[in-house]
C-alpha cells in the first residue's frame, strides 16, 4: 500500500497548489469554486468532485455536506456513477466515492446500507488527525466502505490529504471487463456431470447491489429470485 498527498482547492485558489502535488479539483459550484477547462488541462489527473446533488455522474468522488450533497443522494449517484465508470463515459474516471466529516459518515453509512451499496471508496475530513494515523487506517481500509483518503489539515487557499494510490491508480478505460461466465456445468450440459435439478448463483450487479438467480434446464433461462 503507497500513499499520494493531494492538495484541493476552489478555482479562485487553484494558484496554491504545488507544482508536481495532485489536485483535487470541483466539476460544479459557483464561478469561484467550479474548475475552469484550463484548470483541468493543468491539472489532468485531479481528482474530480461534485459538490451539488450530484448533477456530474462522471466524478470521482460525490461531496457530502452541508450545502451539498446528502447521503439520500449518494444513494442515486452512486449507480449511475458506476455505470459513467464502467462504459467509460469519461476516461480516467475513479471509481465513485464520497467525501464527507466525520458527523456524517453514519448516516451516510446506513443510507447506503438500506440501499444495499457497498464497495463505497471514502475520503474523510478528519483535520488535525496525524498523518501516521491516516495513513495506517487507509491500510487497514476494509469493505463495504474502505477509506482511501483523509483530510487532516484546513488551510488557508487549499486543505492537505493523503489518499491510497491504489484507488487513484484504478481509473475506467484501464481496468478490464470481466469476461462472462458460461453456463455451471449439469444434466443439461453434461450428461455425464453432476445431476443437479437446478443451480443459483449470487453476484454483483453493475448496480453495485447483491443479485440472486436459479438457473432452469428446462428453458435454459436464468430466472432473478433476489
Partial sequence: ?????????????????????????????SVDIKATSADFQRHPNAIRICQDHGSD???????????????????????KARHSFIANARPGQRWPGLYMPRSL???TANALAKANLGNVPLWIAHPGMPQ?????????????????????RFESTTDFNVFSSEWLAKV??????PVKPTIPPGQWNDPNNWEWAEVATIGIGKDGRLHSF??????????KVG
Fill in 1 to 29: 500500500m503507497s500513499i499520494t498527498f493531494v492538495r484541493d482547492a476552489t478555482h479562485r485558489n487553484i494558484n496554491s497548489i504545488p507544482a508536481g502535488m495532485l489536485a483535487a479539483l470541483y466539476t460544479t459550484g
Fill in 57 to 79: 455522474v462522471t466524478a470521482d468522488i460525490l461531496d457530502i455536506e452541508d450545502f451539498a450533497a446528502t447521503p439520500a443522494d449518494a444513494v442515486n449517484w452512486l449507480p
Fill in 105 to 107: 459518515l453514519t448516516p
Fill in 132 to 152: 501516521t494515523d491516516a495513513i495506517n487506517q487507509i491500510a487497514l481500509a476494509a469493505q463495504p466502505l474502505p477509506v482511501v483518503g483523509f483530510q487532516i
Fill in 172 to 177: 475506467s478505460g484501464v481496468i478490464k471487463v
Fill in 214 to 223: 436459479v438457473y432452469n434446464p428446462g428453458t435454459g433461462q436464468w430466472l
